[in-house]
């Protein structure tokens, strides 16, 4: 078997990542915490548990987005925003009731 190797240039495009990014506060939280986004309307928000456990999603109408934190107990929750470019970014957030 032979094997004819081309040693010619080998040319490579830059790729721009731009980095989607949220704001979430307060951290902890008890009753209402603030998703806030830049250039991001009509993203989809998700809350859920580190086991994957579902409790919240919505669509975001503005920069920023109250979430109700009253009925869920005490503990460590993800939030999850996905842009409408399908970039996602994830924050911890802890909820104190």
């Known amino acids: 078997m032979k094997i004819d190797v081309d040693p010619g240039v080998l040319e490579v495009d830059e790729l721009e990542l731009e980095v989607f990014n949220f704001g979430l506060h ?3 939280a008890n009753d209402i915490a ?3 986004l830049e250039n991001a309307l009509g993203s989809q928000l998700t809350l859920y548990s580190p086991t994957g456990e579902f409790f ?3 669509k975001t109408i503005s920069q920023t987005t109250r979430l109700d ?3 869920l107990p005490t503990g460590i ?5 996905i842009n409408k470019e399908g970039s996602s970014a994830t924050k911890r957030l802890t909820v104190v009731n």
Do not use: F, K, R
């Open 34 to 36: 603030n998703v806030q």
């Open 69 to 71: 934190l009253t009925d």
């Open 77 to 81: 929750y993800l939030v999850e925003v």
């Open 26 to 28: 307060p951290n902890p």
């Open 56 to 58: 919240l999603s919505q």
